[in-house]
């Protein structure tokens, strides 16, 4: 199994600034991708940016130019900087990993327990 631990959600205003971390920890043999998630109140989940590689990179439309995504492979942590920060950015972020636990196996997919973000106007 594989857990995730994030934290850099909070509060603010528009325009500002907030960095996501997200620690993989367990018993990893090889995660193929990182990356973020979004749900905002009465909305479904949806992708925000992930990445396998540094040359394989997918950023939504929605916050492409605003947000970055970075991975420490050594460290099995992904980062989301979010700058220029928009109240429609508010919502619960989580993190999620795609891990296989042999070179044949399938697969899995891990979930962090989300943080929040909130931007006001």
């Known amino acids: 199994q594989v857990q995730l631990v994030e934290s850099g959600g909070g509060s603010v205003e528009a325009g500002g600034s907030l960095r996501l971390s997200c620690t993989a920890s367990?018993?990893?043999?090889?995660?193929?991708?990182m990356g973020w998630y979004r749900q905002a109140l009465g909305r479904q989940r949806e992708s925000i940016a992930m990445?396998?590689?540094?040359?394989?990179?997918f950023i939504d439309d929605s916050v492409k130019g605003r947000f970055t995504i970075s991975r420490s492979t050594t460290e099995n942590t992904v980062y989301l900087q979010m700058n220029n920060l928009k109240p429609e950015d508010t919502g619960v972020y989580y993190c999620?990993?795609?891990?296989?636990?042999?070179?044949?196996?399938?697969?899995?997919?891990?979930w962090g327990q989300g943080t929040q973000v909130t931007v006001s106007a």
């Open positions: 999620t990993v795609n891990h296989r636990e042999t070179e044949i196996a399938w697969t899995k997919t891990f």
């Open positions: 367990g018993k990893i043999y090889r995660i193929t991708s």
């Open positions: 990445q396998a590689s540094p040359d394989n990179t």
